[in-house]
């Protein structure tokens, strides 16, 4: 009998200091460290020491491939409706042809990223013809992210419908399509119907123009990250340009393009502001290759080296 009280007396005991132990913790407001509540804790290496299930997908805006293909053939699908409720056709893509504008960014056929950078830049002033997509020359990532259906369609209007048509589809800047936007992780200058489609399928903070995607936030605080914006920085100082992070040179040349352009055509601009944008371009021939080299050569590397660590693979 008292071996059974002795025993009830210890289970009680234990209870007790379980229920103890859980209110102590809540109340300290201790959780399991994740990429989203903690700071890295570094290894011998000095990489986070993290399950690789918590972190974000290596897509854009932190998506795994499912997730972002279902996002993009959603937003698709309600773009087509959107405009089909405007009374025009458009034939939703699929994402086999967005991704083919997603990747056609600083691209032309025959020449290599590093080529096309030394040509044309960033290929944002230099390739700015303030017209819809669908009448481009080139192959654009605009226009290709469209689809030749609705190229065609587009086509077929006459030039006031053609009109109608673009600010339905993409509001005042028509080079803010749905596949350049997802690419540049920036829907901030989106409208029109590219932008409700866009509403209903994204967060409203991924709409803003400060959005960062999880994953590059969390890589950027890395202290071995830091230490390589410094450099970066300094690369680019030495050269003539004041830019402490790689994203700041593409946000500020679209930003000072607008500025000048309004999203007007080419052949609408004052001669002011001709000048203004022609000296744009100049400078962004020469930032672009200054910012592709020093991004290549110190930043690369070390994103590629925490991405490793944290995934056991170079992400995909």
């Known amino acids: 009998m008292k071996k059974t009280q002795n025993l009830r007396s210890i289970l009680v005991v234990l209870v007790v200091l379980v229920v103890i132990l859980g209110i102590i913790a809540a109340y300290a407001g201790l959780t399991l460290p994740t990429p989203w509540n903690s700071p890295a804790s570094p290894t011998s290496t000095g990489s986070p020491t993290m399950n690789n299930d918590k972190f974000p997908g290596t897509e854009e805006f932190g998506l795994t491939k499912r997730q972002l293909v279902e996002k993009i053939e959603a937003v698709e699908a309600l773009l087509a409706k959107c405009m089909s409720a405007n009374g025009f056709e458009y034939i939703a893509v699929d994402y086999k042809t967005v991704r083919r504008g997603m990747k056609a960014d600083k691209s032309l ?17 230099t390739m700015f013809t303030g017209k819809p997509p669908q009448l481009a020359d080139a192959t654009t990532p605009a226009k290709i992210g ?28 028509p080079d803010a399509t749905f596949a350049v936007g997802i690419e540049i992780e920036n829907f901030s200058w989106t409208g029109g119907c590219t932008r409700e489609a866009i509403e209903q399928m994204f967060t409203p903070e991924e709409l803003q123009f400060t959005y960062t995607n999880p994953l590059d936030a969390y890589i950027g605080n890395d202290p071995r990250m830091l230490t ?38 080419i052949e609408k601009l004052s001669p002011e502001s001709l000048a203004a944008l022609k ?37 995909k």
């Open 146 to 173: 469209l689809g030749e259906q609705n190229v065609r369609i587009f086509n077929s209007l006459s030039p006031a419908d053609q009109a109608a048509y673009t600010r339905t589809l993409l509001g005042e800047n």
């Open 109 to 125: 056929p025959g020449l290599s990223e590093k080529e096309y950078i030394a040509k044309h830049g960033f290929g944002i002033s």
């Open 279 to 315: 000296a744009l371009q100049a400078e962004e021939r020469l930032v672009s290759v200054v910012a592709f080299d020093c991004e290549e050569d110190i930043v690369d590397p070390v994103e590629a080296r925490i991405e490793r660590e944290l995934y056991g693979r170079p992400p």
């Open 228 to 265: 390589a914006y410094e450099k970066f920085a300094d690369c680019m100082r030495k050269a003539g340009f004041n830019y402490k992070h790689p994203d700041e040179v593409e946000l500020d040349l679209r930003e000072r393009l607008f500025s000048i352009t309004a999203g007007q055509p």
